[in-house]
C-alpha cells in the first residue's frame, strides 16, 4: 500500500469514527471531559430506635415519626419524644406539637448523618398556645410559616399530620400553623407530592378563619 493510500484510508477511518459516534448521540470531541466521581449512594435507614418508655420526672417518652431530609425527599423516621406529664387535656396538642418540633431540631447522630439524613427545621423556632379564637390544635410559631424555609415547613407540616393529638382524624388531616402576629392561622396538608418534593410545599396555606364565640345563652 503506498502512503498516499494509507493516508486515505486514515481519513476513511476517521470519518466513520465521527459517523458512529454521531448516530449514538454522543458528540465527538478531542478535549477530555471530568464528569467527576460516581454519586455517593444513601441508605435512608436508621438503626432500630429503642422503643417508647416512661420517663422520669413528670416526663413521658412516646413514640412518634418525625419526618427528617434524605435523598432530597422527606422520609419518616421512628424517635421517641418527651411529653411532660399530668397536664390538662386542653394542652395535649401544643405540648405534643412543641415535642415533635424540637425532635426536628435535635442534632442527628452520627449513624443518621451516615444514612444520608438532614434537617431544616431551625434550632430557634419555638411553639405557642393558639390565641382567642383559633381553630383546635392551632400551633403559634415564633416566625411566620410562610417565613419558614419550604423544606423546613413541610417537616413541621407532615411530621404533625402524623400525630393523632396535633392532626385527629381517621387520617393525616389538615395541621393549622399561625405566626406571633395577629394574622389568622393557616392550613396546610401533607401530600405525596410534598413528601417526595418538599421544596415545592405551597408557602401560604389556606387561612382558616377564628372560630366564633359561642352566643351566650338567654337568662
Known amino acids: ?50 422503643s417508647a418508655s416512661a420517663g422520669t420526672g413528670g416526663v413521658q417518652g412516646v413514640r412518634a415519626t418525625v419526618e427528617l431530609v434524605c435523598g432530597a425527599q422527606l422520609v419518616g423516621v421512628q424517635r421517641v419524644v418527651q411529653v411532660p406529664e399530668k397536664r390538662p387535656s386542653r394542652d395535649a396538642a ?11 431540631q435535635r442534632e442527628l ?6 444514612a444520608g439524613f438532614t434537617t431544616e427545621v431551625p434550632a430557634g423556632l419555638t411553639a405557642g398556645a393558639p390565641r382567642p379564637g383559633d381553630p383546635a390544635g392551632t400551633l403559634r410559631l415564633s416566625r411566620k410559616p410562610e417565613d419558614l424555609p ?7 407540616v407532615c411530621t404533625l399530620a402524623a400525630s393523632d393529638v396535633v392532626s385527629p382524624g381517621p387520617g393525616p388531616g389538615p395541621v393549622v400553623l399561625g405566626g406571633p402576629d395577629t394574622d389568622p392561622p393557616r ?26 364565640s359561642p352566643a351566650p345563652s338567654p337568662s
Not at 401544643?94 to 426536628?104: K, N
Not at 447522630?109 to 451516615?114: I, K, L, N, T, V
Open 109 to 114: 447522630s452520627a449513624e443518621d448523618r451516615e
Open 1 to 50: 500500500m503506498t502512503r498516499r493510500s494509507a493516508t486515505a484510508a486514515v481519513a476513511a477511518l476517521s470519518l466513520l469514527s465521527v459517523g458512529l459516534l454521531s448516530g449514538c448521540g454522543i458528540r465527538a470531541t478531542t478535549v477530555p471531559v471530568d464528569v467527576g466521581a460516581a454519586p455517593s449512594r444513601v441508605s435512608c435507614k436508621t438503626p432500630a430506635g429503642t
Open 187 to 212: 392550613a396546610w396538608e401533607c401530600t405525596d407530592a410534598v413528601r417526595s418534593r418538599p421544596e415545592s410545599v405551597t408557602t401560604l396555606g389556606d387561612v382558616v378563619r377564628p372560630t366564633a
Open 94 to 104: 401544643l405540648l405534643v406539637g412543641r415535642a415533635l418540633l424540637e425532635a426536628l
Open 150 to 156: 419550604p423544606v423546613a415547613l413541610s417537616q413541621l
